[in-house]
């Protein structure tokens, strides 16, 4: 079955500066790759997502790419705030959006 | 538009006890999924719903089950309580199978 790895687990920045998570997926089948953050207490919530399709896609300060070769796909947060400290997962399905295989998490810490 | 919303939002039990717990979708959406969230083993598919049919279902025991209602509200059951089943349980509808999911905020079960 899918497996999907994500690195680092935790990752610590300045404010202002640049944090990049990196994810690997095994199946090359899968077909949809969303981005999702959890804050302390609250469900995920979906950041961004990208589909096989398309290599690159953002949204004002985050964007994702994908490497369908490499089986990669990363998350780039540009101009980092506080408030965007929270656990980032990603995942990986080959239904668009069903049977969700998830990534451990990164902990992201925004340091002011 | 109301989001997907979860109840009870805490509960405790205790071993061998049996439990359920409720989840609406957003309004529209007739696909709920659930899934399992603990320190150790992150974020698991439990299974998927669609017009009240099961349609997915991942690698969990049969004391694990749900339903979904025809307004596609769902419930899903745990029976015979284990200890190892402390966690956030986690519900997300989308308005197909193919559609991107949102979460709810989740019920926290503990056992005793």
């Known amino acids: 079955g899918e497996n999907v790895e994500q690195h680092p687990s935790t990752l610590s920045v300045q404010e202002g500066d640049s944090a990049v998570i990196k994810c690997t997926y095994s199946d090359s089948a899968s077909n949809y790759f969303p981005w999702y953050k959890q804050e302390l207490g609250k469900g995920p919530q979906l950041i961004i997502d990208i589909r096989s399709n398309v290599g690159e896609k953002k949204d004002q300060r985050i964007a994702v790419t994908l490497n369908k070769t490499a089986k990669h796909f990363s998350l780039h947060i540009t101009e980092t705030q506080p408030e965007d400290s929270a656990v980032y997962f990603c995942?990986?399905?080959?239904?668009?959006?069903?049977?969700?295989?998830f990534g451990p998490g990164t902990r992201l810490s925004v340091l002011p | 538009k109301a989001g997907v919303t979860q109840t009870p939002r805490y509960l405790i039990k205790t071993r061998g006890q049996q439990v359920t717990l409720s989840c609406s979708p957003i309004s529209g959406h007739r696909s709920v999924s659930w899934y399992q969230q603990t320190p150790g083993q992150g974020l698991q598919f439990l299974f998927e719903y669609f017009s009240e049919t099961q349609r997915n279902k991942g690698n969990f025991p049969g004391r694990f089950s749900g339903r979904q209602f025809s307004n596609s509200r769902s419930e899903m059951n745990v029976s015979t309580l284990e200890l190892g089943d402390s966690a956030l349980y986690l519900c997300a509808s989308s308005l197909a199978s193919s559609d991107t999911q949102y979460f709810g905020p989740g019920t926290r079960l503990t056992v005793l």
């Open positions: 995942a990986a399905s080959k239904d668009y959006g069903q049977n969700f295989v």
